[in-house]
């Protein structure tokens, strides 16, 4: 079992509809979560943090955080063509690393 | 948010030769860097955690003679590949820990830009 499991996608979004992500994790001693953008051939860019159980909304993007169940989600409203990218989940384990999620690919279609 | 600098953005070198890659934090200072590597179509892969004035920490399988490490400073780390080959070509990134203000334990990585290296 991986540390942290996102589907691989693509998911495949028509503009203006919500993209919803989900990302599960091992670590249950992980505290803190992370979703990152990363653009094709780009670094990954922070988005969205995430510290306790319930949504945190920040424009266009709500976080999702459920430590019971070991899951946590990213919903993009508004869907448009630039957040066509990899959305990479990481929780930081309970040493302190980041875990990063292989990644979900979104494409928001015209 | 955080600024996070990586120098040079890309560099072509030939086999056997090493290549040093420059990891800065412009507006804050980071105890703590790290360094992945992203082959095309993978996930990050972390390589090492670099500490201001220690010793690196390297993840199992990753030679640390291969891929040295200094953290001198609060706001640079640098990773060095010796006798670069072929197959170290690839996408290296760096990452600085920042503590959030007015917390004890809340943090975040911000990235670098990324270094591609190419090695001939």
């Known amino acids: 079992q991986k540390e942290v499991e996102q589907n691989s996608g693509p998911l495949s979004v028509p503009e203006g509809a919500i993209a919803s992500l989900n990302c599960t994790y091992s670590?249950?001693?992980?505290?803190?979560f992370f979703w990152y953008r990363q653009y094709s051939g780009k670094s990954p860019e922070l988005i969205m943090s995430?510290?306790?159980?319930g949504d945190k909304e920040d424009g266009r993007f709500t976080a999702q955080l459920n430590k019971a169940s070991q899951y946590v989600s990213l919903l993009i409203r508004d869907s448009q063509p630039s957040d066509s990218a990899t959305y990479l989940c990481?929780?930081?384990?309970?040493?302190?690393?980041?875990?990063f999620g292989a990644g979900t690919q979104v494409v928001v279609t015209p | 948010g955080a600024v996070v600098s990586q120098h040079p953005s890309w560099v072509i070198c030939k086999s056997g030769t090493s290549v040093k890659i420059e990891c800065r934090s412009l507006?804050?200072?980071?105890?703590?860097m790290f360094w992945y590597r992203q082959f095309p179509k993978q996930s990050l892969m972390l390589m090492a955690t670099?500490?201001?004035?220690?010793?690196?920490?390297?993840e199992q399988g990753v030679e640390k003679d291969k891929f040295l490490i200094n953290h001198a400073s609060l706001t640079l780390s640098t990773l060095t590949v010796t006798s670069a080959h072929p197959e170290d070509s690839s996408f290296y990134i760096c990452?600085?820990?920042?503590?959030?203000?007015?917390?004890?334990?809340?943090?975040?990585?911000?990235f670098g830009p990324g270094t591609r290296l190419l090695v001939l």
């Open positions: 995430i510290y306790s159980n």
């Open positions: 507006d804050f200072q980071a105890t703590t």
């Open positions: 670099s500490n201001e004035g220690s010793k690196a920490t390297y």
């Open positions: 990452s600085a820990r920042k503590i959030l203000s007015g917390t004890s334990f809340q943090e975040t990585q911000y």
């Open positions: 990481a929780p930081q384990g309970s040493w302190g690393k980041f875990q």
């Open positions: 670590d249950r001693g992980s505290q803190s």
